[in-house]
């Protein structure tokens, strides 16, 4: 096992840049998810550490040493694809022993990691198969299995649970998180979900456009989200975020006017926001609650139910939509005029810039 | 099960057969009609050609021609240009393929544009200055004469290279983690990946080669070094004016067997063949 660290890394491909400046440091033994929308760069990133892509400028560094120049195969990396890029004219036997054989370990030894890596995914009777006699979940454990038996200082896996479907997907979550304690091993983890990135990460890394957003654990990113971006990409169902305007301040409040004239109070870091600046607040959707005397006013559009918890989808005054999740077996009709109050938790303010201005928690008064 | 047919759809299907039934059967009668005939006495030819059941029976016309000292050694011949040009342009063709499809190098794309050029190229327009070129060599009436012009086969590279193409690239850079050098890769993962690919361009090389007629014809003079189409050609006017017809025709169904059989063992390649260079 080994620790990563990216040191300024760039990566252009003529003269466009998709990776700017990234730094970063993962833990020896760590989970580190890369997450971000479509073209964030994340996989590309991934590559960069697997030395399946070139850097353009900065310093790669696994275990401490730097890998920039090193081939792919010399770094002591294992990659799980997407697609799972098993050898499909071999069996799984032969597809988990091809990285051992290249470098000669001997007979003996590989038979001892398959069955092993075998017994932890439960492959052992799959074997003698042939890839495409076996289902999706199981192709993608045969793909996690040859990354087992190479025992690398890295695992890494790009977007791995992308082609499974839903169920097979929250298992083989589980299956990955359950590996990482077992092998106590140095993962990285790119998805575009953000669910996945919750639930598996001992630290997430959001990416924008090639730039790291925010660095942090899931909750802490949740609660304390650095900007707009973060805390629109992490949360099911997505924040809410309404325009306002600062009507007036006094110490760490300020006093928020909406477009339906509607003013809501909020704590932000002293001097951050002055009346007659523009601000946008979020609020989370598992915050909202339905009150008579609540102080947003709007018409429910749709209402989803869940069960457990029930979606309200509604209109406010300025035409803005706004997500609430109820846990109410009786949500409000379709078309009906409620009005929505805020319960407690963190009410998160952005300035101008997209920057949060919020007051961290620790330092309410 | 599926539903059956009623109406309109059921006689679409009919007329569809009835048409595949006659052009199957224009397809098919000639080579009946010659089948049959290499089965008949050469009196008996004498008098009509017609008739599609071989009556009064012989073999005499295949025994006539197995009997002639140079077949047997033509159809050595024939093998030994068929099976080289395969196996060589199996050889150039997916390394050549690989290379346009996975590898970087200098003037890839003009490279790529001269050999794609070559397509257009018709092969009697280079008889002239590749005749000379073996005779100055020395080489002419020799097996590696007869193959030599046909290894480089621009749709042979194109065939393999839009095939290596297809193969995800996830599966070299999983290959190329998996400790594998650019040889091991290419020997085995990305070969034994293209077997379809490669028995289908093999099939079609063999085909190409054992009906190959114009440069045999040119570069084997010597009769020791004929091919079995140039042979038969040779001794067919012959045949006609001494022995008959039936000779004639056994001499076309002897020549054509290695092909039929090819065609009836490897059918599922050819067709998936066809599909693949259409499909592209």
């Known amino acids: ?365 | 099960m599926t539903a059956a047919r009623t109406g309109w759809a059921l006689w679409g299907d009919r007329l569809l057969l009835a048409i595949t039934i006659i052009v199957a059967a224009l397809w098919l009668l000639p080579v009946i009609w010659v089948v049959t005939m290499s089965l008949k006495p050469n009196a008996e030819l004498m008098r009509s050609t017609w008739g599609f059941i071989p009556y009064p029976f012989t073999i005499e016309n295949y025994t006539n021609l197995i009997q002639l000292a140079t077949v047997p050694r033509w159809l050595v011949n024939s093998l030994i240009v068929a099976i080289g040009m395969t196996l060589l342009v199996l050889t150039v063709s997916s390394l050549a393929g690989y290379a346009f499809a996975r590898l970087q190098f200098p003037f890839k794309r003009t490279i790529f544009a001269l050999m794609i050029a070559g397509l257009m190229i018709p092969e009697q327009a280079v008889f002239l200055p590749l005749h000379q070129m073996f005779a100055d060599w020395g080489i002419h009436n020799t097996h590696a004469a007869l193959v030599m012009p046909r290894v480089a086969v621009p749709i042979g590279v194109f065939l393999m290279m839009q095939f290596f193409r297809a193969v995800p690239r996830e599966l070299e850079e999983a290959a190329e983690l998996d400790h594998a050098s650019r040889f091991t890769i290419f020997f085995r993962i990305m070969l034994p990946l293209s077997v379809p690919a490669l028995t289908t361009l093999g099939l079609f090389t063999f085909i190409h080669a054992w009906n190959d007629f114009l440069w045999p014809l040119v570069s084997a003079t010597d009769a020791d070094m004929y091919t079995v189409t140039v042979g038969l050609a040779s001794i067919q006017g012959n045949f006609a004016m001494s022995e008959g017809l039936g000779s004639v025709m056994a001499s076309a169904v002897f020549a054509s067997l290695p092909i039929v059989l090819l065609f009836l063992i490897f059918q599922r390649f050819i067709v998936a063949g066809v599909a693949m260079s259409a499909g592209k």
Not at chain 1, 82 to 108: C, E, K
Not at chain 1, 282 to 298: F, K, S, T, V, Y
């Open chain 1, 1 to 365: 096992m080994a620790e990563v660290a990216l040191r300024g890394v760039s990566k252009s491909y003529g003269n466009v840049d998709v990776i700017h400046d990234v730094s970063l440091d993962v833990g020896q033994g760590e989970f580190v998810v890369f997450v971000g929308p479509s073209g964030c760069g994340k996989s590309t990133l991934m590559r960069m550490i697997a030395g399946l892509e070139e850097v353009t400028r900065g310093d790669v560094l696994i275990g401490g040493e730097r890998v920039n120049d090193t081939a792919a195969r010399d770094r002591g990396v294992a990659m799980v694809f997407q697609n799972y890029a098993l050898y499909p004219h071999m069996s799984v036997r032969d597809n988990m022993a091809f990285g051992l054989r290249n470098i000669g370990t001997p007979r003996p030894e590989i038979d001892s990691r398959i069955a092993k890596a075998a017994e932890i995914l439960q492959l052992d009777r799959y074997l003698d198969r042939k890839p495409r006699a076996m289902s999706g979940g199981q192709r993608q454990r045969v793909a996690i299995g040859r990354a087992i038996v190479r025992e690398p200082k890295v695992f890494l896996f790009d977007e791995p649970l992308s082609n499974l479907d839903a169920n097979l997907r929250v298992q083989m979550r589980t299956e990955i998180a359950r590996l990482h304690h077992r092998l106590d091993a140095t993962m990285i983890y790119v998805t575009h979900d953000q669910t996945e990135a919750m639930t598996m990460a001992d630290r997430i890394v959001v990416l924008r456009a090639g730039v790291i957003e925010q660095v942090g654990a899931p909750l802490d990113l949740y609660e304390r989200p650095a900007n707009m971006f973060v805390a629109g990409f992490l949360g099911a169902p997505k924040i809410n975020f309404i325009k306002g305007r600062v009507a007036a301040s006094q110490g760490n409040e300020i006093l928020v006017e909406l477009a339906g004239g509607t003013r809501l109070s909020a704590l932000v870091r002293p001097g951050t926001a002055n009346p007659g600046d523009a601000v946008t607040l979020g609020l989370r959707p598992e915050m909202l609650q339905i009150a008579l005397d609540g102080p947003l006013p709007g018409r429910v559009e749709v209402v989803e139910q869940l069960g457990a918890v029930q979606l309200v989808y509604a209109t406010l005054a300025d035409g803005t939509t706004m997500v609430a999740e109820l846990r109410d077996r009786r949500p409000p009709a379709v078309g009906a005029d409620v009005r929505f109050a805020l319960g407690p938790g963190i009410r998160h303010v952005f300035d101008a810039r997209e920057l949060s201005i919020t007051l961290p928690e620790g330092d309410h008064q």
